[in-house]
């Protein structure tokens, strides 16, 4: 492993290919099971001829079994506990630490590499070795007729990696056909950069075929973002299916459940083979326009990616619109359960008896324009002359209202500001552990926020403060589903969210009567989170932060300061997000107060709110033209602070105990709702109420 930081340190004791069992995040086929895990522990220290001044290795091995015993989310946080149990040896200045899973994929082995100074510092990569696929390559006709073996390795950033960006590499590979290994691997590389949003990367591919008298000819490279910087954005950037056209789609429904058709004819496009949707706008709710006497529209928009011609195009949509219920001859503009048009196909012009792209109304509905305004804000589409923003500057739709679909009610949003309350399931949560931990004070707690005036209740059952121990999965639900189904089903209006980083106890709450996955880890902890939340279909709030409760506050520094930084790794997230299906209407932003953020570093956040999303837009920067990347200006998206009670208030404050902190709460609540902020997250409810209605006032 390169040394980066611990140079000055000359000596190491080791404990080299140490093998527990341990039960690491979620094996090759996403169970969450026990797995051989192997370990190189090299301890950075000064060797000395005394033995008690040594360190004691079948004392550290001991200590490395006793904490493989845990149960822990990712192999970043299972390092972190493994790091943090070998710093505490008399002796140890630094570790380097490689943790392997040699079964924790389908294909390839997955290697977890920290270093970590005793002051906190770290520095970590994934490397992903031996993912081996038969494609063709080469340039001599004989190799042209048979696939041969390509063997890939991949090296990301440790808070940077994400199974998605392997399986797009592996599907990638798979699909390719090149002459030349160095084409693969340049191409390899601007797709982790620029399409999977990877600050740098580091792949390599070798051909063991290649030489008959060597074990393989290899090429490998190192890309970042500054490599590509003339591509990123631009309609060059690579996509699985190179004859794939970009295409934008309305979406309308005012007849049943509309968001669940419009989810179903987003599915339809993909299950069978018409199209990969690659962004997706937020939902409205708008009054019919045309045939005013019928219910109101949910609207949104679309981009795929389609090998379909326009007029192929047109028929498969008919078709899924008819399978989902629609009479493709009923009234004209008239109710429909389902309702899509083809807005753009690229840069081409049609004009035919059946289909006229760009679409001939564009330009004079609100309900088509503001949802473009989600995913291309900035392109001109051919034959017009204003942007989607531009054009809807024109018009005024007081109808259309920006919803949140929360199970089978549509929330709107910013009709108001929320107020979500906290219920910590917990005996440790570091303001009022204890306090909710039975299941009848949580219900009471619960109760007693109802009447007081909460919006949404957030459930949680595992503290999420500084160096607090991991709580067992199947714990950690015992906690919170009965308080969140004994709720439903006594308050079947409140808005439920469950708090937690595990894809099995998200899964939990929402079959409980959960509403909203509230994930501090923007999907980080738990490589099935995305997934799992994607096919829950609920709204998923997506918070930023860095490490986990043991590391965070060390990771406070930023390239480029903490806005920039955090809204740099954020936007990688919604990309991993979308990527993995979660719908861009079902996500909040969160820029993580507290989380791997100093005292100044939270202030500097406040006061650029507008970067993460709400109601304060700042300035579009998106690209002009029409690409199959989605769009990650956090500002178009719903945005949550949660601030309540919290360290830097107590420090500005001089107000050492938590629970003491309504004032500074407040304070920063108002800040929040200045910032834009559609919802808070907070402890003392009454008056946050107050302060929301006063905000709204204002």
């Not at 290697?111 to 770290?122: L, R």
Request: net charge negative; charged share 25%.
């Amino acid at each position: 492993m390169r040394n980066t930081l611990y140079l000055l340190m000359r000596d190491v004791i080791s404990v080299n290919r140490l093998k527990v069992a341990g039960r690491v995040g979620y094996d090759r086929f996403r169970n969450a099971a026990a797995e051989p895990l192997l370990l190189d522990v090299l301890c950075r220290t000064n060797v000395q001829r005394e033995l008690e001044k040594s360190i004691n290795y079948a004392s550290l091995t001991d200590t490395i079994n006793a904490v493989s015993q845990r149960s822990f989310g990712s192999l970043d946080s299972f390092a972190s506990a493994i790091s943090a149990a070998a710093l505490s040896y008399h002796g140890v200045e630094a570790l380097n630490l490689r943790v392997t899973k040699e079964k924790g994929l389908l294909k390839g082995t997955l290697h977890y590499q920290g270093e970590y100074s005793s002051s906190g510092e770290c520095i970590s990569n994934f490397h992903i070795s031996g993912i081996d696929v038969d494609t063709i390559i080469g340039i001599h006709p004989w190799e042209r007729q048979f696939k041969q073996k390509v063997v890939m390795d991949v090296i990301i950033p440790g808070a940077e990696y994400s199974s998605v960006t392997i399986d797009k590499l592996i599907q990638f590979l798979e699909q390719s056909s090149y002459e030349v290994l160095e084409d693969l691997v340049l191409d390899a590389a601007r797709l982790a950069v620029v399409d999977l949003k990877h600050s740098t990367v580091t792949i390599k591919a070798a051909k063991p075929s290649a030489l008959t008298f060597a074990d393989s000819a290899s090429v490998e490279v190192t890309r970042s973002a500054s490599d590509f910087e003339s591509t990123v954005g631009s309609s060059e950037s690579i996509s699985i299916s190179d004859n794939a056209t970009t295409v934008v789609l309305s979406l309308g429904s005012n007849l049943g459940n509309k968001k669940h058709n419009i989810q179903s004819a987003l599915e339809q496009l993909e299950k069978r083979g018409v199209g990969k949707v690659v962004d997706t706008s937020q939902l409205y709710e708008t009054a019919a326009m045309y045939v005013q006497d019928q219910p109101s529209f949910l609207n949104g928009a679309c981009k795929i990616t389609t090998t379909h011609s326009p007029h192929e195009l047109l028929s498969a949509i008919k078709a899924i619109e008819k399978d989902l219920g629609r009479d493709l001859n009923g009234q004209v503009k008239g109710p429909r359960p389902i309702d899509m048009d083809i807005l753009l196909y690229g840069d081409q012009v049609v004009k035919s008896d059946t289909l006229n792209i760009p679409h001939v109304s564009i330009s004079e509905r609100a309900f088509v324009l503001r949802p473009l305004c989600d995913i291309i804000p900035s392109h001109i589409p051919p034959t017009h002359s204003l942007t989607p923003t531009q054009a809807l500057q024109r018009l005024d739709d007081p109808s259309l209202k920006l919803v949140l679909p929360v199970g089978d009610r549509l929330i709107p949003l910013r009709e108001k500001r929320w107020v979500m309350g906290i219920l910590n399931c917990t005996p440790d949560s570091f303001s009022d552990g204890g306090r909710s931990y039975s299941p009848d004070d949580a219900y009471a707690n619960a109760v007693r926020m109802i009447d007081d005036g909460v919006d949404i209740i957030d459930v949680g059952g595992m503290s999420t403060r500084p160096n607090a121990p991991d709580v067992p999965a199947e714990e950690e639900v015992a906690r919170v589903t009965p308080v969140i189904k004994r709720l439903r089903q006594s308050h079947p209006s409140v808005i439920i969210s469950v708090d937690t980083f595990k894809a099995s106890v998200a899964q939990a709450a929402v079959e409980a009567g959960a509403d909203i996955v509230n994930d501090v880890s923007g999907g980080t902890a738990d490589a099935a989170m995305f997934d799992t939340v994607a096919k829950l279909g609920v709204p998923y709030i997506l918070m930023h932060m860095r490490g986990d409760s043991s590391t965070m506050t060390s990771l406070t520094e930023y390239d480029g300061g903490v806005v920039e930084g955090v809204q740099r790794e954020t936007q990688r997230r919604v990309a991993a997000a979308i990527e993995s299906g979660i719908r861009r209407w079902n996500l909040i932003i969160d820029p993580g107060l507290g989380f791997a953020k100093d005292l100044d570093g939270n202030l500097e956040l406040l006061r650029h709110l507008n970067e993460f999303g709400g109601r304060v837009p700042s300035e579009d920067t998106s690209s002009q033209l029409l690409t199959a990347q989605p769009l990650l200006n956090l500002s178009r998206l719903p945005l949550l602070v949660g601030h309540s009670r919290k360290a830097f208030i107590g420090k500005i404050t001089d107000v050492a105990v938590a629970k003491d902190r309504v004032a500074g709460t407040a304070a920063t609540t108002i800040a929040a709702f200045a910032g834009g902020a559609d919802i808070v997250r907070v402890h003392d409810v009454k008056e946050s109420v107050d302060v929301a209605k006063m905000a709204r006032a204002m």
